[in-house]
């Protein structure tokens, strides 16, 4: 069986395809270059021998980005949708931001419905941030909530990312509702993400928005000081948000859409570094604070709940620990810059 995987050079969609591949699924994957495609063909580990290819799709902004991309022989039957960017600081918020995030997942829907017919069902990479209401937190968050946040606040461009991704999403469900295409919709609305750089990374500088406190944790850049953790104090393993992925593609779905909240624990930036020291304590003479920074823990009191039992019952979901999170990142960061 086809796939279709937007935004192949990403964190999470690194992990998607690996897991599309250990699922014997053939995958064609997006990027925006040529040089971006070998890449990654060079870094899978395909033992099962599936079909894994690339096409350029270079803005997914533009109309009918994708319109070539879905089409395809033999045809296929679902579409895993990553691609759209994640920084937390913008020259421009709607180019960089919002019409990749927005147009993006309207356009690729568009093209889905108009050339691959044979598309049974989409699933797009959400995020928690359609779903939480900050600084209006509710005492607990699952599925049934949409983020209150409002286009006048993407003028803020720290708030941009969290406001792209909600209408964003809303575009997905109403296009659904609206253009009652042949294939049916699952969201993944994960939580901040940590886990195993993607293998086809250049460098550590390149590293993705969420992996960088860990990186910077190991590259000595908190040395002097621990960050302040705020504002997120949830995780997710990459691998527990790959498998989401591709389990959402064939689980049946109650309504004809679904969205998954998927959430694995709490952490703090002075949990991640106690962690760090525990596992790999020659760290800790050349790039860790002093072991007291650990114990001045963050994490708030009175932090909000959530409710992750739908990924749990429906997905089968088995929450990889804040612990083997952190220690497998850190792992697959120093093997990448001993590599480089
Ligand atoms: P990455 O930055 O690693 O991946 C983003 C991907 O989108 C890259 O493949 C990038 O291509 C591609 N992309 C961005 N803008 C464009 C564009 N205009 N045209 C074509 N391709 C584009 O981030 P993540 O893997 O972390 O994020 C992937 C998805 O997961 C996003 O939808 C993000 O919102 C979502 N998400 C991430 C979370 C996290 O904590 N990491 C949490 C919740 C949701 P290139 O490499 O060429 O720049």
């Known amino acids: 069986t086809g796939t279709r995987l937007s935004g192949g050079t990403g964190f999470i969609a690194s992990h998607v395809l690996d897991s599309l591949i250990d699922h014997g699924y053939d995958v064609v994957v ?24 690339f096409v350029v799709v270079e803005n ?7 319109d070539e991309a879905v089409q395809a022989d033999p045809p296929f039957d679902y579409v895993v949708h990553t691609a759209s960017p994640y920084q937390l600081q913008w020259e421009d918020p ?4 919002l019409d990749p995030a927005i147009k993006g997942t309207t356009g690729i829907l568009k093209s889905i419905k108009a050339f691959a017919p044979s598309v049974k069902r989409v699933v797009i990479t959400s995020s928690s941030a ?16 949409w983020s209150d946040s409002t286009m006048e606040q993407a003028k803020d461009p720290r708030q941009t990312y969290r406001v792209g991704k909600k209408f964003a999403e809303k575009a997905a469900w109403d296009f659904v509702a609206n253009e009652q295409p042949g294939f049916d919709l699952a969201t993944i609305n994960n939580t901040y ?8 990374l250049p460098h550590l500088n390149a590293v993705n928005t969420s992996n960088q406190r860990i990186r910077d944790l190991v590259e000595g850049r908190m040395r002097a000081g621990i960050a302040p953790t705020a504002p997120v104090f949830t ?5 527990d948000v790959a498998l989401a992925h591709v389990r959402a593609m064939t689980v049946p779905l109650a309504a004809p859409g679904s969205r998954f909240y998927v959430v694995g624990g709490y952490f703090s930036n002075p949990r991640i570094c106690g962690i760090i020291r525990a596992a790999r304590p020659e760290l800790a003479a050349t790039c860790l604070p002093p072991p007291e920074a650990d114990a001045q823990d963050d994490f708030p009191s009175d932090h909000w709940a959530f409710d992750n039992s739908r990924s749990r019952d429906v997905l089968g979901l088995q929450y990889t620990s804040l612990e083997k999170s952190v220690v497998d990142t850190v792992e697959s960061m120093l093997r990448l810059g ?3």
């Open 30 to 53: 997006t990027v925006r270059s040529e040089e971006k495609g070998r890449r990654i063909e060079k870094s899978i580990d395909n033992a099962l021998g599936v079909q894994v290819s």
């Open 60 to 66: 997914i902004s533009d109309d009918g980005a994708f």
């Open 94 to 97: 709607v180019r960089e931001c």
């Open 130 to 145: 359609a779903i939480l209401s900050p600084p209006n937190h509710r005492p607990v968050y699952d599925e049934t909530c």
């Open 193 to 200: 993400t940590f886990g195993p750089v993607p293998r086809s």
């Open 235 to 239: 995780f997710v393993d990459v691998r």
């Open 338 to 340: 001993s590599a480089a």
